[in-house]
């Protein structure tokens, strides 16, 4: 082979540059539609928490997603119910969530009554009672708690578990998976404790990801046709 037939066309290279360039650019599109899946879903998300509050039953019986939807709803003795702490954060504060059980819809939910900030040592009383405690709420599906979250230490917990938060407060038989998060205090006037449903938390860098993808795609393909045409030159 001579010379003129080494420095010939690149297939090879070709051949190579093609098949990442499919890479970058099914990347690059693959991100576009999760763009359009996500911005669809923080919509869906938004609307659904605009709504007026509608009676839980009412709401579990439509069709749909109820997944941050506002109910009203009744649980009785929930004012001094026995409850679960769980250690969190809100609005860069370090705290605590109080948790109760409500019996309401046919099924057992799990009440986060909201948010009590570190230093406050007081807790809301707790003794038996059946009497009326309405109040509104958002329907949301909790994080659970991962793998690296300490184990829970009695009454306080690190992370969501459901079950052993339920055992713990003495609920038999099975417990929603979903949460109901106060937006009313529980009990009424005790100042410390702010309901509160936490930030939707939506990540969304779908269309900072797909255009590195296709930014990197267009970058291989100049340098590959930069690299042809000073080949063929030479």
């Known amino acids: 082979m001579d010379k003129a037939e080494r420095r010939g ?22 991100q576009a539609r ?13 609307a659904a928490a605009q709504r007026p509050a509608a009676p839980l039953a009412q709401v579990l019986a439509e069709s749909g997603d109820a997944e941050f939807r506002a109910v009203t709803v ?9 409850f679960v ?6 609005d860069g504060q370090p705290g605590l969530r109080l948790i109760s059980a409500c019996r309401a819809a046919d099924r057992t939910w799990l009440v986060d009554r909201g948010f009590v900030a570190e230093e406050i040592s007081a807790r ?12 509104t709420a958002q329907i949301r599906t909790p994080t659970p708690a991962g793998a690296m979250t300490p184990a829970p230490e009695g009454r306080l917990f690190y992370g969501r578990d459901a079950p052993a938060m339920a055992r713990v407060l003495g609920v038999s038989g099975p417990v929603e998976p979903r949460l109901l998060y106060a937006l009313t205090p529980a009990p009424a ?10 930030p939707a938390a939506f990540s ?11 930014g990197l ?10 690299l042809v045409v000073r080949r063929l030159r030479s």
């Open 74 to 82: 009744d649980c009785p003795g929930l004012a001094t119910a026995p």
């Open 85 to 90: 702490e769980m250690h969190t954060i809100l």
């Open 34 to 46: 999760r763009l359009v899946w996500k911005e669809g879903l923080i919509a869906t998300a938004t």
């Open 124 to 135: 809301p009383p707790v003794a038996a009672s059946e009497a009326p405690t309405p109040i």
């Open 189 to 198: 006037g005790w100042a410390a404790l702010q309901p509160a449903a936490p």
């Open 217 to 226: 795609a267009a970058v291989l393909a100049v340098l590959y046709v930069a």
């Open 9 to 30: 066309f690149p297939w090879g290279l070709t051949v190579a540059t093609l098949a990442v360039l499919g890479v970058l650019i099914a990347l690059g599109s693959w």
């Open 204 to 214: 969304n860098n779908h269309l900072g990801y797909a255009l590195t993808w296709f």
